[in-house]
Nanobody
Framework: QVQLVESGGDLVQAGGSLRLSCLVS????????MGWFRQAPGKGRELVAS????????SYLDSVKGRFTISLDNAKNTVYLQMNVLKPEDTAVYYC???????????WGQGTQVTVSS
């Protein structure tokens, strides 16, 4: 079983930056992919960014390309989402998730609120 604990959500003005963290525990992760999802009020959950724990470049939702960066710290078993040039439309609850490749996303964190004011 994998446990995921997010942190770093906050209220920030448009144009600002935040870094979300996801501490991962419970299992070795070499065959896993990690992702950040978000869900805004009244909308479905969407995949914002993902990366393989074994390495490689991240994949991004078109609307965040060039502004968000997903990264890993293997020593700390932590996944990060660096968010720059934040926009009000980025306001959502952000969730960390994992999946055992090639299966679907099966473990989720509790979510962290990001609010971007205009």
């Amino acid at each position: 079983q994998v446990q995921l604990v997010e942190s770093g959500g906050d209220l920030v003005q448009a144009g600002g930056s935040l870094r979300l963290s996801c501490l991962v525990s419970g299992r070795t992760l070499s065959n896993y992919a990690m992702g950040w999802f978000r869900q805004a009020p009244g909308k479905g959950r969407e995949l914002v960014a993902s990366i393989y724990w074994s390495g490689g470049a991240g994949s991004y939702l078109d609307s965040v390309k060039g502004r968000f960066t997903i990264s890993l710290d293997n020593a700390k078993n932590t996944v990060y989402l660096q968010m720059n040039v934040l926009k009000p439309e980025d306001t959502a609850v952000y969730y960390c998730a994992s999946r055992l490749v090639p299966a679907g996303w099966d473990y989720w964190g509790q979510g962290t609120q990001v609010t971007v004011s205009s």
